[in-house]
């Protein structure tokens, strides 16, 4: 067992909500900073991409990488999923690359799943169900599915979920896997205990026939467990439980940086909250106001800090906001207005973001700051923006040679095989165009609210990879 998972573990005992998909870190969606942990340390996160991993943003190299999924140590990179909430010891190149030591995964709950919400059509993108005695909350956009869809999940699907907890110890949902068989797994502490039966989130647990490991004075009362066995008859009957509160220590005296991806579960300030029942503290000197003010119970974000006396220490805090990327040109620059216009060739129209005082702009070649005026018309650029209400605000800006052209954004029309317009521009599609999913990628999109990245990596003004972004 990890450390890590054994620190949140312990705040869960002490009142704070936790249950999480311990192993960790990944992916997804959106970058706690543009450059991921400073030095060596640990990530944790959903993941967002492969071609190595992507989490938190960065790219980490995993060729040499031991891994632990879901306590297979034989495992390898083809057993991980988009949507795993992953555990990573990595060190940080600067450049958004990274080189990780371990990668370790485990799901919060795996159960049937009942009492399934409807697709309400004042909601449609949410539904929800429990699994095991707990709330499993679901996304059309930001849930991925594996063997399923929003759709076509059923009561009594056996799935496999991976997520964050929020304050109420719901899920939300970063990818729900349909299984076969019947095995179940359920996290919690022991509750009620009456020789070998006891309940977990309410739901009765026969450990009559289990092997018990890590467990020096056996079944104990508020002790947290992990319990794998079937679910029979409204109870489980459990063939192992194993303790996982082993190794608080030795994060407790952890003495690297971190980087966190998840919701707040607790919030005094909004410099002093905790993500995923950890604590967090915020240098009010490194975050800028402007971030610190859209922070509230619930909300997902990312932090990246050191842990001292099991506290992160922030110094780097990102909201979990709608995120946008794009390589192109510069097509024109209104250094009174704050505003930038982008261009593909041979693509008819232009994109404009907005700049402001937090907006980073340097020139790679020079490594030095520049400032708006300084950008030319067909200067190459690669942006990381968020989007505001109808704003695209620039984050970062580097002006570089470009490998290939880059855009992402919500689908607002699309010809299947022939081009998807984004940002009132229509990308054409080369005829043998790479998609992620591969398999329904255009079942999936919902014009107006589905997110697509585009790449065009020869630069030929056709592009050649869609995939959908959660």
């Given at each position: 067992?990890?450390?890590?998972?054994?620190?949140?573990?312990?705040?869960?005992?002490?009142?704070?909500?936790?249950?999480?998909?311990?192993?960790v870190?990944?992916?997804?969606?959106?970058?706690?900073?543009?450059?991921?942990?400073?030095?060596?340390?640990?990530?944790?996160?959903?993941?967002?991409?492969?071609?190595?991993?992507?989490?938190?943003?960065?790219?980490?190299?995993?060729?040499?990488?031991?891994?632990?999924?879901?306590?297979?140590?034989?495992a390898?990179?083809?057993?991980?999923?988009?949507?795993?909430?992953?555990?990573?010891?990595?060190?940080?190149?600067?450049?958004g690359?990274?080189?990780?030591?371990?990668v370790?995964?485990?799901?919060?709950?795996?159960?049937?799943?009942?009492?399934?919400?409807?697709?309400?059509?004042?909601?449609?993108?949410?539904?929800?169900?429990?699994?095991?005695?707990?709330?499993?909350?679901?996304?059309?956009?930001?849930?991925?599915?594996?063997?399923?869809?929003?759709?076509?999940?059923?009561?009594d699907?056996?799935?496999?979920?991976?997520?964050?907890?929020?304050?109420?110890?719901?899920?939300?949902?970063?990818?729900?896997?349909?299984?076969?068989?019947?095995?179940?797994?359920?996290?919690?502490?022991?509750?009620?205990?009456?020789?070998?039966?006891?309940?977990?989130?309410?739901?009765?647990?026969?450990a009559?026939?289990?092997?018990?490991?890590?467990?020096?004075?056996?079944?104990?009362?508020?002790?947290?467990?992990?319990?794998?066995?079937?679910?029979?008859?409204?109870?489980?009957?459990?063939?192992?439980?194993?303790?996982?509160?082993?190794?608080?220590?030795?994060?407790?005296n952890?003495?690297?940086?971190?980087?966190?991806?998840?919701?707040?579960?607790?919030?005094?300030?909004?410099?002093?909250?905790?993500?995923?029942?950890?604590?967090?503290?915020?240098d009010?000197?490194?975050?800028?106001?402007?971030?610190?003010?859209?922070?509230?119970?619930?909300?997902?974000?990312?932090?990246?800090?050191?842990?001292?006396?099991?506290?992160?220490?922030?110094?780097?805090?990102?909201?979990?906001?709608?995120?946008?990327?794009?390589?192109?040109?510069?097509?024109?620059?209104?250094?009174?207005d704050?505003?930038?216009?982008?261009?593909?060739?041979?693509i008819t129209?232009?994109?404009?973001?907005?700049?402001?005082?937090?907006?980073?702009?340097?020139?790679?070649?020079?490594?030095?700051?520049?400032?708006?005026?300084?950008?030319?018309?067909?200067?190459?650029?690669?942006?990381?923006?968020?989007?505001?209400?109808?704003?695209?605000?620039?984050k970062?800006?580097t002006?570089?040679?470009?490998?290939?052209?880059?855009?992402?954004?919500?689908?607002?029309?699309?010809?299947?095989?022939?081009?998807?317009?984004?940002?009132?521009?229509?990308?054409?599609?080369?005829?043998?165009?790479?998609?992620?999913?591969?398999?329904?990628?255009?079942?999936?999109i919902?014009?107006?609210i589905?997110?697509?990245?585009?790449?065009?990596?020869?630069?030929?003004?056709?592009?050649?990879?869609?995939?959908?972004?959660?």
């Amino acid at each position: 067992m990890n450390a890590f998972t054994s620190l949140i573990k312990e705040y869960q005992r002490l009142g704070m909500i936790m249950l999480m998909a311990l192993s960790v870190v990944s992916c997804g969606g959106s970058s706690i900073i543009s450059a991921g942990i400073s030095g060596t340390g640990i990530v944790f996160g959903s993941i967002t991409g492969f071609g190595s991993i992507y989490v938190n943003g960065v790219e980490y190299d995993i060729d040499s990488a031991s891994f632990n999924v879901d306590g297979n140590t034989m495992a390898s990179q083809a057993d991980l999923k988009i949507g795993m909430v992953v555990k990573l010891d990595a060190t940080d190149n600067g450049d958004g690359t990274g080189v990780a030591s371990t990668v370790s995964y485990d799901e919060l709950v795996q159960g049937p799943v009942s009492n399934l919400t409807a697709i309400d059509p004042a909601d449609p993108e949410n539904r929800s169900f429990i699994v095991l005695g707990t709330t499993v909350k679901i996304n059309l956009q930001s849930t991925v599915f594996e063997n399923t869809s929003f759709l076509n999940l059923q009561n009594d699907n056996l799935v496999e979920v991976s997520g964050f907890v929020d304050q109420n110890g719901n899920i939300i949902a970063t990818l729900i896997e349909v299984k076969s068989g019947n095995e179940i797994e359920l996290h919690g502490q022991i509750n009620n205990l009456v020789g070998t039966l006891f309940d977990i989130n309410g739901v009765i647990v026969d450990a009559s026939a289990a092997t018990l490991e890590d467990l020096e004075n056996g079944l104990e009362e508020d002790l947290y467990v992990e319990v794998k066995g079937t679910f029979n008859g409204g109870q489980v009957v459990a063939t192992e439980i194993e303790g996982e509160d082993d190794d608080r220590a030795a994060i407790e005296n952890y003495e690297g940086e971190v980087s966190i991806q998840g919701l707040i579960t607790t919030f005094n300030s909004s410099t002093d909250f905790s993500v995923n029942g950890v604590p967090v503290l915020v240098d009010t000197l490194q975050v800028p106001s402007s971030v610190l003010d859209q922070l509230a119970l619930g909300i997902e974000i990312e932090v990246e800090g050191v842990i001292e006396n099991s506290i992160i220490m922030a110094d780097e805090v990102e909201l979990r906001q709608d995120e946008r990327k794009y390589q192109a040109l510069v097509s024109s620059v209104n250094t009174t207005d704050r505003v930038l216009s982008i261009y593909y060739p041979n693509i008819t129209g232009v994109i404009t973001l907005s700049i402001d005082n937090e907006s980073e702009l340097e020139d790679e070649a020079s490594g030095d700051p520049i400032g708006l005026g300084d950008l030319l018309p067909d200067d190459e650029v690669k942006i990381e923006a968020s989007v505001n209400g109808d704003q695209i605000r620039i984050k970062s800006l580097t002006r570089d040679m470009i490998e290939k052209f880059e855009v992402s954004g919500v689908v607002e029309s699309f010809e299947q095989g022939i081009s998807i317009t984004i940002n009132n521009l229509m990308f054409p599609l080369e005829a043998d165009v790479e998609y992620e999913p591969d398999l329904n990628f255009y079942n999936t999109i919902q014009t107006g609210i589905t997110i697509v990245e585009l790449q065009d990596e020869d630069k030929d003004s056709q592009f050649d990879k869609a995939e959908i972004e959660y």
